[in-house]
């Protein structure tokens, strides 16, 4: 009733990812039908459009119109506080919660729903597609930071599978 696509290397598995119609047409449809969605770092690159590695453009799953290709050193590094200020997937007004990036590709719209921090310092930036059903971008998220976001989570992927058992 609900959807997660942890992290990872999908520009590892480009080729056998992009032949996976069947996977990337389910989640389109799920998505498309609202189903609560948490997409962290290679979860978030598998919904873009494409993936270019530099040795291939693999298509995705098409969910965001985007494409993440090989920024040539690492991006972001470390661990950050993410802010959302608008009624979303983890809550209403104001959510916290806690997280780190570590990778070396980019998108051509990271989002910007959200604000990352770093704890110890100003440095902030904007990113993550966020909204009622989806939470997207390459910011991991530390689900434990902040229980009620992920008790609304739950809720919203509870609430998805009442109104498709009607």
């Known amino acids: 009733c609900g959807i997660i696509i942890g992290g990872g290397y999908p520009e590892n598995y480009g080729e056998v990812l992009s032949q996976n119609t069947v996977t990337k047409e389910s989640i389109r449809k799920a998505v498309s039908k609202n189903m609560p969605l948490i997409a962290e770092c290679g979860g978030f690159m598998y919904l873009n459009k494409f993936i270019d590695t530099g040795k291939g453009k693999y298509e995705m799953c098409g969910v965001l119109d985007n494409e993440s290709s090989f920024y040539g050193k690492l991006r972001h590094f470390g661990y950050i506080n993410i802010a959302a200020q608008k009624d979303g997937l983890f809550g209403n007004g104001y959510v916290q919660i806690k997280g780190h990036e570590f990778h070396y590709y980019m998108s051509t719209d990271e989002g910007s729903d959200c604000t990352a921090q770093k704890p110890v310092s100003e ?6 597609h966020y909204n009622e059903n989806m939470y ?7 689900m434990y930071s902040n229980i009620k976001a992920t008790e ?7 609430e998805y599978k009442n109104r498709c058992l009607k």
């Open 123 to 128: 440095r902030k930036w904007q990113c993550v």
């Open 136 to 142: 997207a971008g390459f910011p991991h998220i530390y």
């Open 152 to 158: 609304n989570f739950v809720r919203k992927c509870i």
